[in-house]
């Protein structure tokens, strides 16, 4: 099975044979995009619709930011309950993604997208209908249930009805939709913020439009034509097929399609789980390394904590108002999006490898300026100037600057402000139903202080706040193109058929566990290292991402799905370089003349698809 490389070939003429000896693929030879190749509506649509999913998955995680501000005050909530209503989303996803590769292959990938708008829909009625916290609780696990189903199908079905020219950028829409849902979140967020009363409900009840738009569309749109030939249904394969490809002539691709299953059906004598048989198979061993190790380092990246922060980040930088900070946390996740749109465009051209360390790189140096920009605020920390008597005798009378202050999370920074001059600061204990306020003082709910004191938790004013800022933008630009579709999009085309649904179940857990554990653990690891220190150790890991990726990850650009397994039939890491095993492809011929939908049946009892490996052949 590792030697399967299905290489297309032209008509040697008019006399319906395919030629042995024929010119190698255009696709695969210049390595550049297809230009002149056909692209059918069809296949436009069906991205479109499956990355309705997509967009429920950006929709869902960054909506509950601005729904918390309304929420807490109304159902009175406290932090654990904060907690609770925005990780349970992301645990559920990383449930249901490694669950959701066993529904793939059973169901299909329809049905499995069909399963996540249903649940998406229910999720959303849940949480507007919600009459307390314990019913938004369920609604937040119902959602985070569809998020992680369709956040591994999506990629998948896109890629298996996608022509290989276009198959990585269609992928890359699906994380464009991602990064569109978290932006129209945060304008909704936006705007509802001024619904004082159940704003919150439209908030989260809004996702039910695009999921029941989702429902509605996919009842009427196909299954993946490679799941039905892996379930014995060719004759609907074949249909589908050419459907989706606007009716060209699809022979070639469908025996390419049913060869290489025929082929991974014969190899695959070992029983036993599917995850189990990828373990034992060296290739898909590989694949699954590179997959996972994509996944896990997009998230060790950072770009969780960045987004959640960027609120923060923009009231350091001197923007006190409520309203105003979370406009700006729109115009964050607006950067997130465009700069997606960058990926879609690249993705073609430069390829995967190329886009992911491009991207990898520039976000490594722009952690490090950001953690500069920390390092600086932090020794120009503001001092403290006033030493109120504390009733509670708490840490936070310790404290001699604002820096020490605000990293105890126990504690905020209560000042004055003349211009960028800070005065008349105290460091107080944070009122513990509300991180709002300051539990008792100047800053404290309900005082009416006349000179207006403010109240920084979790940040400190700063001069130097705008190298973050810049630091923060420069991240989004350079993170988004790629380090944030490229490791579902790569994801998505690595494994071989019989191994695609829990290869993608694996690496979409991967990416949502490392998620929670990298937003869970944010606030200590700053309060041991301090803001800097973990930018730091977020650069440090986003180098060790850079060198993984130099070292193992393969160009996928342009190859047919069947193909890609044998780029990881040699060493795992060859930097990029194929692998001498990878020279070795499977020709296929077809021996019959007609191949017309009406004698379909015929044809295929008839028809001889003959294969054979050429070892070590020349690279074209
Ligand atoms: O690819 C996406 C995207 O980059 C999102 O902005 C991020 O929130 C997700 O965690 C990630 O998987």
């Given at each position: 099975m590792s030697n399967l490389m299905a290489s297309r070939r032209q008509k040697a003429g008019d006399d319906g044979e395919r030629s042995l000896?024929?010119?190698?693929s255009r696709h695969v030879d210049e390595n550049?995009?297809?230009?002149?190749?056909p692209k059918p509506l069809f296949v436009y649509l069906l991205a479109f619709f499956s990355a309705l999913g997509g967009f429920l998955f950006g929709y869902d995680t960054g909506v509950v930011s601005g729904a918390m501000i309304l929420l807490k005050k109304e159902m009175n909530l406290n932090a654990l309950w904060q907690e609770l209503l925005v990780s349970s989303t992301v645990g559920a996803a990383a449930l249901s993604a490694l669950s959701g590769g066993y529904l793939n292959g059973w169901l299909g990938r329809r049905i499995c997208i069909l399963v996540a708008s249903f649940i998406f829909t229910v999720g959303g009625i849940i949480l507007s209908l919600a009459p307390d916290k314990v019913v938004l609780l369920v609604g937040r696990i119902t959602v985070g249930l569809g998020i992680g189903i369709a956040s591994m199908t999506v990629p998948v079905y896109i890629a298996e009805v996608s022509p290989p020219h276009l198959r990585g950028q269609l992928v890359t829409i699906n994380s464009l939709f991602i990064t569109g849902g978290q932006f129209i979140a945060s304008v909704i967020d936006g705007a509802f913020s001024y619904v004082r009363q159940d704003g919150w409900r439209y908030m989260l009840g809004l996702s039910c439009l695009p999921s029941v738009l989702q429902f509605f569309g996919f009842i009427f749109l196909p299954e993946s034509p490679r799941w039905l030939l892996q379930k014995g249904r060719s004759l609907e394969a074949h249909q589908v097929l050419s459907q989706i490809r606007g009716g060209q002539n699809i022979d070639e691709e469908y025996d390419t399609i049913r060869a290489s299953i025929e082929e991974e059906e014969k190899d695959l004598n070992g029983g036993g789980p599917v995850i189990f048989r990828i373990l034992r198979h060296s290739p898909t061993r590989r694949a699954l390394i590179v997959g996972c190790g994509l996944q896990m380092f997009q998230q060790l990246s950072g770009i969780n904590t960045v987004m959640y922060y960027s609120a923060t980040i923009v009231q350091m930088a001197g923007v006190r108002d409520d309203k105003q900070a979370i406009w700006l946390a729109a115009a964050t996740s607006a950067t997130n999006f465009v700069f997606t749109l960058l990926g879609v465009w690249l993705v073609e051209k430069v390829g995967r490898r190329k886009l992911t360390l491009g991207s990898l790189l520039g976000t490594g140096l722009s952690l490090a300026l950001l953690a500069v920009g920390f390092l600086l605020s932090a020794q120009n920390s503001p001092p403290i100037t006033l030493h109120p008597l504390d009733p509670q005798n708490s840490?936070?009378?310790?404290?001699?600057?604002?820096e020490g202050c605000m990293l105890d999370p126990d504690c905020g920074f209560c000042f004055l402000e003349n211009g960028t001059n800070v005065y008349d600061s105290s460091c107080v204990p944070v009122n513990q139903s509300s991180t709002d306020h300051a539990a008792w003082g100047r800053c404290s709910n309900g005082t009416e202080a006349s000179d207006n004191p403010i109240w920084a938790y979790n940040y400190c004013p700063s001069s130097y706040s705008w190298i973050v800022l810049f630091g923060l933008i420069l991240y989004l630009a350079f993170f988004a193109p790629g380090m944030g579709p490229m490791p579902w999009t790569v994801n998505s085309e690595i494994y071989p058929l019989w191994a695609r649904s829990t290869g993608n179940a694996c690496s979409a857990g991967v990416n949502w566990i490392f998620n929670v554990l990298v937003s869970l653990t944010f606030l200590h690891v700053a309060e041991f290292l301090t803001y800097y220190g973990a930018f730091f150790l977020y650069t440090g890991l986003a180098m060790l991402g850079l060198i993984f990726v130099l070292g193992c990850l393969p160009e996928t650009k342009g190859l047919q799905l069947e193909e890609i397994e044998n780029l990881f039939a040699g060493q795992l890491c060859s930097c990029g370089e194929p692998s001498p095993n990878s020279n070795r492809h499977v020709q296929y011929i077809r021996h019959d003349l007609e191949f017309s939908q009406a004698n379909y049946g015929a044809v295929e009892s008839d028809s001889a698809i003959a294969y054979i490996t050429v070892s070590n052949a020349s690279r074209y």
């Open positions: 000896i024929g010119p190698p550049l995009p297809d230009r002149d190749a840490t936070c009378r310790t404290y001699g600057s604002c």
